[in-house]
């Protein structure tokens, strides 16, 4: 099994709702990533989970919150999310999570806030 | 900042011609490169990747040439087909740097029957 499953693929919000993306992998990797990507953007590093501790949060702000329940799971907590914040959020992960690494990253979930 | 560019941000090609992506990085302690397909509603895919320690790489009909000199990595794909229709990132990292890849711009490439 090589890919990473994110779901829901699709999720529609308003500002005041509460929601989580999730992601799963069953390659053994033991470092998972969210990325942000904006329509005709190249994707932006968010967050990077290491052996199941966050190890890089960009200056993300906290109306993101990721979770890292094991280390084949990754979710990502919405809360108050403004307009802007719409765009496909892409996890990823890699076998170790040390430089040099290529990441596979899954499909992504594209979220509208209205 | 530092960053990691393209020149072109569209290519048209005929179907079986070469296609040839360029990419620009001004990061000199950049040591590991990768580029990734994106196709229309999926997330990128890995094509190749090359480290500091070379100069060309070659895959199935794709070819990546590094040149450290003036910063420029490029990505050859032969005898171009419809399913390479994507657009195509370049993405560096620096050894020490954790995993932290930074994507450049992309190139929408077009293939015409």
């Known amino acids: 099994d090589t890919e990473v499953t994110q779901t829901p693929k699709h999720l529609v919000m308003g500002m005041t709702n509460k929601k989580s993306l999730k992601c799963e992998q069953h390659?053994?990797?033991?470092?998972m990533y969210w990325y942000k990507q904006k329509a005709k953007k190249p994707p932006e590093l968010m967050f990077v989970?290491?052996?199941?501790?966050?190890?890089i949060n960009e200056s993300v702000p906290s109306r993101f919150s990721p979770e890292c329940p094991n280390s084949s799971l990754l979710n990502l907590h919405l809360h108050a999310l403004q307009p802007e914040d719409s765009a496909l959020y892409l996890c990823?992960?890699?076998?170790?999570?040390?430089?040099?690494?290529?990441?596979?990253f899954g499909s992504g979930t594209q979220l509208s806030v209205l | 900042g530092e960053s990691v560019g393209l020149h072109l941000p569209t290519l048209s090609v005929q179907e079986g011609d070469n296609s040839i992506i360029n990419c620009a990085y001004s990061?000199?302690?950049?040591?590991?490169f990768i580029w990734y397909k994106q196709e229309s509603g999926k997330g990128p895919q890995f094509i190749i990747d090359?480290?500091?320690?070379?100069d060309k790489r070659q895959g199935q009909r794709v070819t990546v040439l590094l040149n450290k000199t003036v910063k420029h990595l490029s990505l050859q794909i032969a005898a171009t087909q419809p399913g390479d229709s994507a657009v195509y990132f370049c993405?560096?990292?620096?050894?020490?740097?954790?995993?932290?890849?930074?994507f450049g711009g992309g190139t929408r490439l077009m293939v015409k029957p």
């Open positions: 990823a992960s890699s076998r170790e999570g040390v430089s040099n690494e290529k990441l596979f």
């Open positions: 390659m053994g990797h033991r470092a």
């Open positions: 989970y290491s052996y199941e501790k966050l190890s």
């Open positions: 990061n000199s302690a950049s040591d590991y």
């Open positions: 090359i480290r500091s320690n070379m």
């Open positions: 993405a560096e990292a620096r050894h020490g740097g954790g995993n932290m890849l930074t």
